[in-house]
């Protein structure tokens, strides 16, 4: 079946602009995870939805950093007056919450260069 | 402050032999942990996972190994293949949250 799926895999963002990130889960998935994954590190949480509540966004950066899944599906994030440091590589994940285990399901990640 | 750690960046090891990955985390209330692998410009691939209330999971080549006392686990991989030449991630959740904490990662080589 598909997987997850991101769009777009890249963007080039000039300092300043607004970008938005589209995320499209497994079907059937409940939860949705977005993380950041800067040059050398490990992906690093941001926020999480259950269905279209957003339960967790603790670890957005800013008040920059906006995240939204309205009908319970697709999940775009949204970064507004891009910085530099906001280069990374943006992972969306689901799962199927209530089968007992963690394991998440990851896209291909959007790589975000802000020049 | 990195709750989760994979201190050694890199491992080379020779195709047939024992890969073993080690990872440390400093947080009690972790009851969960993964393995994730990762090729170039794509996503973490889900490989093994772990419970709190074991000590030990395998799936085909692949074993994890906790030691809650000394918050560390390890992933062996035996025999390595020049296949599983990537980035492995380990990863940590804690009750009630569906939430990871990745460590940093490190690059494992299989030689042929």
């Known amino acids: 079946g598909a997987g997850v799926s991101q769009s777009p895999r890249y963007k080039v963002a000039k300092r300043g602009q607004d970008v938005a990130l589209r995320c499209d889960p497994i079907s059937g998935h409940v939860s949705l995870f977005w993380y950041q994954q800067a040059l050398g590190q490990g992906p690093e949480f941001l926020t999480y939805f259950q269905n279209e509540a957003q339960l967790d966004k603790s670890g957005l950066p800013s008040d920059r950093f906006f995240a939204e899944r309205p009908e319970g599906s697709v999940s775009t994030l949204k970064i507004q007056r891009t910085q530099q440091e906001d280069s990374a590589v943006y992972l969306c994940?689901?799962?199927?919450?209530?089968?007992?285990?963690?394991?998440?399901?990851f896209g291909p990640g959007t790589r975000l260069t802000v020049t | 402050d990195q709750q989760v750690k994979q201190n050694s960046p890199s491992l080379s090891v020779q195709e047939g032999r024992i890969s073993i990955l080690n990872c440390d985390y400093t947080n009690s209330m972790f009851d969960y942990f993964l393995w994730y692998k990762k090729y170039p410009a794509e996503g973490p691939t889900f490989l093994i996972s772990?419970?709190?209330?074991?000590d030990k999971n395998e799936d085909g080549r692949f074993t994890v190994f906790l030691n809650k006392s000394a918050k560390h686990l390890s992933l062996h991989i035996v025999p390595s293949q020049p296949g599983d030449s990537a980035v492995y991630f380990c990863?940590?959740?804690?009750?009630?949250?569906?939430?990871?904490?990745f460590g940093k990662g490190m690059k494992l080589t299989v030689n042929p």
């Open positions: 772990i419970s709190s209330i074991k």
């Open positions: 994940a689901s799962s199927f919450l209530g089968d007992g285990s963690y394991e998440q399901y």
């Open positions: 990863a940590a959740s804690q009750g009630g949250s569906e939430k990871l904490v």
